[in-house]
């Protein structure tokens, strides 16, 4: 291991710098990873930089993200957020450190995938449906029992997705993401 450890965090925006600087306190290095050219809208706005050692931005060529990300000798990569968890899991894996690894990825992410995971191992998970319009939202909630029903929430399957708007009127469809 390095004199100083350096861990590579996948989008580090927002509260996840406080991740960022815990590992600062310990004696790590840190290096910013970007998983997409662009800042997602959410997190657009001024980020300062100047805790990272490096920002390498990501832009979909996991051999070449992998190769700048190696040239640091990282003793982990890990995701700063729900965002980066896949590039995360990818790179992680690619480099041989310790991962989630890739194949169960998409269940880190994707709250539909997450829930009938869960469910399949034996843990206790909402019922879900999958759903792709209004028809589609109204005939499922008719078969779970409409409003007297237990709650039920409708969202995207990852944070970046939209699906509909749940407020005390019931669901208004707002087109899928």
């Not at 809208?41 to 700048?68: C, E, K, M, Q, W």
Request: charged residues 20%.
């Amino acid at each position: 291991m390095p004199a100083t450890p350096l861990v590579c965090v996948v989008d580090s925006y927002g509260l996840s710098k406080t991740l960022v600087d815990a590992f600062l306190r310990h004696g790590a290095a840190v290096v910013r990873v970007q998983s997409t050219p662009e800042v997602p809208a959410a997190y657009r706005g001024p980020f300062d930089l100047s805790s990272y050692r490096d920002n390498i931005v990501h832009r979909g060529d996991l051999a070449a993200t992998a190769r700048a990300v190696a040239a640091h000798r990282p003793v982990a990569v890990l995701p700063g957020g729900e965002i980066g968890v896949e590039l995360a899991d990818a790179l992680s894996e690619l480099l041989g450190l310790p991962t989630n690894g890739t194949a169960l990825s998409a269940a880190r992410r994707d709250k539909y995938v997450m829930i009938e995971t869960v469910g399949r191992a034996g843990v206790a998970a909402a019922r879900q449906a999958l759903v792709t319009d209004e028809a589609a939202v109204r005939a499922w909630h008719g078969a779970v029992g409409g409003r007297g029903a237990r709650p039920w929430d409708v969202r995207g399957r990852s944070r970046a997705a939209r699906a509909a708007h749940v407020s005390r009127r019931g669901c208004q469809w707002c087109g899928v993401g």
